[in-house]
């Protein structure tokens, strides 16, 4: 069965500075990837996805993500950040008709 | 442009009680799924359909049952209420995999005390 592990359950950054969220999969298949992230209060709103061909994607917000199969890792950057970024980020990869998701990185952003 | 819709938002049970929470898609997906998210778990699934007349069970589905009888329409059912499934639940749509990922509604915050 699949698996996501973020390691990281928070961050903090300064506002400006570049963010690398860490995302960590299991899958005996091609993994289809993907992050999202959680406003407070909030849905979960696609970020970027993986599926094949070029292993880094652009996403919306001006966040990209590394596919890196011999590490099983897919992790999340953005060179800059803005306040407006904060919240909790979650990977996830699907397999067997269903997504399986991390326990999630919250994101805090410092002024 | 409603996209998954939730109801209701928000609802507080006694423990023991009943209670159905309705998720409704205007997107034509032919899958969608129920998770409850708990602080530091993630997402975790609940159950998931695969089409109308469909369902099956995800990661937790003790407590709880669903049934798909039409398209659009995805319904989660808690017969008799416990205070481990206070949470917040979120159903989400897809076409099949590989899609373009799951759209998920606002959430559902239930309390059951």
């Known amino acids: 069965a699949q698996s996501v592990t973020q390691p990281d359950i928070h961050i903090t950054v300064s506002e400006g500075a570049s963010l690398e969220l860490r995302c960590n999969y299991s899958?005996?298949?091609?993994?289809?990837l993907f992050w999202y992230v959680q406003s407070p209060g909030q849905g979960l709103q696609l970020l970027l996805k993986?599926?094949?061909?070029?292993?880094l994607v652009q996403g919306i917000k001006g966040f990209e993500a590394e596919f890196k199969r011999s590490q099983s890792s897919f992790n999340l950057r953005k060179p800059s950040v803005h306040w407006s970024d904060a919240a909790e980020y979650f990977c996830a990869v699907e397999g067997g008709n269903k997504l399986v998701f991390g326990a999630g990185t919250i994101l805090r952003v410092k002024s | 442009n409603a996209g998954v819709t939730q109801t209701p938002k928000f609802r507080v049970l006694k423990t023991g009680q009943s209670m159905t929470l309705l998720c409704a898609q205007d997107m034509n997906h032919e899958y969608m799924y129920w998770y409850r998210q708990d602080p530091g778990m993630g997402l975790r699934l609940i159950h998931y359909?695969?089409?109308?007349?469909?369902?099956a069970k995800g990661e937790v589905p003790d407590g709880y049952n669903v049934s798909r009888l039409k398209k659009q329409n995805f319904l989660l059912g808690l017969e008799s209420a416990a205070p481990s499934q206070t949470s917040v639940y979120f159903c989400?749509?897809?076409?099949?995999?590989?899609?373009?990922?799951?759209?998920f509604g606002s959430g559902t915050r239930l309390t059951v005390v």
């Open positions: 989400a749509s897809s076409y099949p995999p590989p899609g373009d990922g799951y759209t």
């Open positions: 899958y005996g298949a091609t993994p289809y």
């Open positions: 359909s695969v089409g109308e007349g469909t369902t």
């Open positions: 993986y599926f094949s061909g070029d292993t």
